[in-house]
């Protein structure tokens, strides 16, 4: 039998499409279990502040479908210091939270590892980051709208693209991971991907400028993940523009919208399985641990592996755009 009575869930770092159905998940998966839950207000710095309250059944109604999170995120300074967790702790203890469930990527992680050791609290965590990049968990929550978001706008810009026989170079995010270009990319039909995980794509795309562009294209998109060791679309476009002053380019940096709007069913499955696979784990006596989806099972990554671990580029997809792009 579990010793938890009660859990805390909050939403900290990025904000992303599927946060609030997680919530959902996590609010109702404790109450299904006869646990209180109380809902802690923008991440770390609101477990420093004291912004919580309990949540029912009801406070979770009708949010499945809504981007954002209704507990609001936040990056707390505050909490990398000793002083802010040990005030995070007395608000725990005051408010008889013996549990916490904690969304977000890995600096939500590292904060959470950091703090359940020091203070011995049951921590869980679950991935919600539209960049995909955790290891120990094939999809994050939020990736797959964030996909389908970059995914609309690419095709928008294509009709343009062509009308004008323009050579695109559209920035995506992902900080220092390809996985949003990579995917998107091969979804829109992209001429050329460039992320930061391939050093030598750029003599790659200068040569398929050289060659295939010129003999089949009217119009072409190259897809950057901002984390790109050349430094971001602006840059890239720069040099190309010199190297090829042939080609009229442009560039778009698509932004905030990636991590806005409805979450797609696939992000809403994945957010509800988890939520509730969360509040399980901890009954379970399972602490300090991210839960995640590999080949569709959940499945229990330490905090430590999944920090330490790089997750690798599905080299299958990043051969697919040389063999597509001719
Ligand atoms: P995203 O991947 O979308 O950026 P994230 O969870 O990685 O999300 P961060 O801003 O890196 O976002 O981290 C969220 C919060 O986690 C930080 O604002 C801070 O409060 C906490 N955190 C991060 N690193 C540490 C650390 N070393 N010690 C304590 N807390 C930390």
Redesign the pocket.
Known sequence: MSSIKCVGVLT???D?PGMNAAIRAVVRGSIYNNLRVIGIKK??QGLINDEMEEMFSKSVSNIIQTGGTILKS????E??TKEGRKKAYENLQKRGIDALVVI?????F??AR?FGEEFNIPIVGIPG?I?NDLYGTDYTIGYDTALNTVVQAVDKIRDTATAHSRLFFIEVMG?DAGFLALRSGIASGAEAILVPEIKTDYSQLDRFLQNEYRKTKSSSIVLVAEGDEIGGAIKIAERVGRDHPEYDVRVTILGHIQRGGSPSAFDRVVASQLGVAAVSALLDGQRNIMVGLSDRKVVHTPFNQALKNKKSLNPQLLELTNILSI
Request: net charge positive; no cysteine.
């Open positions: 900290s770092g990025g992303a991440g770390y936040a990056r707390s300074m909490f990398k977000g990527g890995d600096g939500t590292t904060g950091i980051t960049d900080r």
